[in-house]
C-alpha cells in the first residue's frame, strides 16, 4: 500500500521561505511523479508544481515560476519543495500527491488522476 508522508509548513511572513518535503513508500516502481495540490478556504484546489522522478522534468503554475523550486531527494521516492518570496495567496493546504505515470506529470492533470495523496500541511503567509 502506497503512503505519502509529508513535513514543513507552517506560518511566515511575507517574503519568507518555506521547505516542504514528501516521502512516498510502497512503490515497486522505478519512476513515479509527484507533487503538490494546494487549496485555500473557499478556492478550487489547484496542482502547483510536479516532478518526473525518471528524469528530473517538471512542470510549475505560473503563479509560483521563479518562487518555488521542486527536486528530488537522495532517497527514492523523496520530493523536497523549497518556497521562497512567499506571498499572501500562497496561504493554503498543501497535499502532496503522487502517480506512477508521467503521462499526468503536469500542472493540469486534474486531482483525480492522482490516487496517491499525503496528509496535507498547512502554509500560512502573513502580510
Known amino acids: 500500500q502506497v503512503q505519502l508522508v509529508e513535513s514543513g509548513g507552517g506560518e511566515v511572513q511575507a517574503g519568507g521561505s518555506l521547505r516542504l518535503s514528501c516521502a512516498a513508500s510502497g512503490y515497486s516502481y522505478s519512476n513515479v511523479c509527484m507533487g503538490w495540490f494546494r487549496q485555500a478556504p473557499g478556492k478550487e484546489r489547484e496542482g502547483v508544481v510536479f516532478?518526473?522522478?525518471?528524469?528530473?522534468?517538471?512542470s510549475y503554475i505560473d503563479s509560483v515560476k521563479g518562487r518555488f523550486t521542486i527536486a528530488r531527494g537522495n532517497a527514492n521516492y523523496t520530493v523536497y519543495l523549497q518556497m521562497n518570496s512567499l506571498k499572501t495567496e500562497d496561504t493554503a493546504m498543501y497535499y502532496c500527491?503522487?502517480?506512477?505515470?508521467?503521462?499526468?506529470?503536469?500542472?493540469?492533470?486534474?486531482?483525480?488522476?492522482?490516487?496517491?495523496w499525503g496528509q496535507g500541511t498547512q502554509v500560512t503567509v502573513s502580510s
Open positions: 516532478i518526473y522522478t525518471g528524469d528530473g522534468n517538471t
Open positions: 500527491v503522487a502517480v506512477a505515470s508521467r503521462f499526468f506529470c503536469h500542472v493540469r492533470s486534474p486531482s483525480y488522476r492522482f490516487p496517491n
